[in-house]
């Protein structure tokens, strides 16, 4: 039995942590975009597999017979492409999809379908904290009337207003700081759900900060686990 935990979020983390506690053997893929990431003790894949045609290739010449897409619930690439990959290789495939942030009572969201219609709805002189990664900040360089602060995991490529570079988690405290330092008057974020980084959207509330959330991206209907014991109950029954 060979399992591919497709990864990079916490979650796969989790999981991968659990199958090996359990004694499940499965290699972990990272798509290699992180700067210095945590060091692992089971077999790794980084890098692409080289599209859906790679990813085919590679599940059936490693005999791999089950796949797990623990992917961020943006990565929409490389989710289509397991997918597909999957039916291809004809083995079994698991999405696995954090539960979305849902808005809190009395707090202050406009949603957006799309980081193009986020960085449209910015008011000018708005001053924004945009938490989208940093693949996805150069959708808002072109608001040279709105002033930035970004954070993300790696450096942005092309950086534009105040950066900061920091892996999560964050805490409430932490967020509550950073915005009143900064006078932050709106807050970009995807809809990525999960607790590593939902601090800010608590701070936002407290501090009465505009929320621009994106929505997800839409994806193709899959099997869906929402919580890590599910998605473990789903591996071990094909055990
Ligand atoms: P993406 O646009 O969906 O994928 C782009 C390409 O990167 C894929 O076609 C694939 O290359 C490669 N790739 C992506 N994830 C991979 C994985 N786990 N293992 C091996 N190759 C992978 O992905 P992305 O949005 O750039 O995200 C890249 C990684 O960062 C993912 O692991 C994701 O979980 C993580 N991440 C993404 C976000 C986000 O906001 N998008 C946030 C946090 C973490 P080939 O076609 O060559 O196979």
Redesign the pocket.
Known sequence: MSIL?????AE?DILADLLRGHGIEFTY??????PNPKARVYPL????????I??ARYLTQNTVNMLV?????????????ALAASIQANIPMLRFERPEWDEPENANWAHAESLDQAAKILPAGARVFLS??A??MAEFAHRSDVDFVSRS?KPPSSPFGKTIVAKPPFDVAGEVHLFSKYRITHLVS?N?GGDQTSAKLVAAKQLGIKVIMVERPTLPVAEIARDITTAMAWIERRL
Do not use: C, R, Y
């Open positions: 935990i497709l990864g990079g979020t796969a893929s990272l798509a290699g975009v992180t894949h980084i890098g692409g597999f080289g599209g859906v790679g990813l897409d623990a992917t961020h619930p943006f990565a929409s690439e490389m989710t289509k492409n989208v990664g693949q996805s995991i995807k990525a």
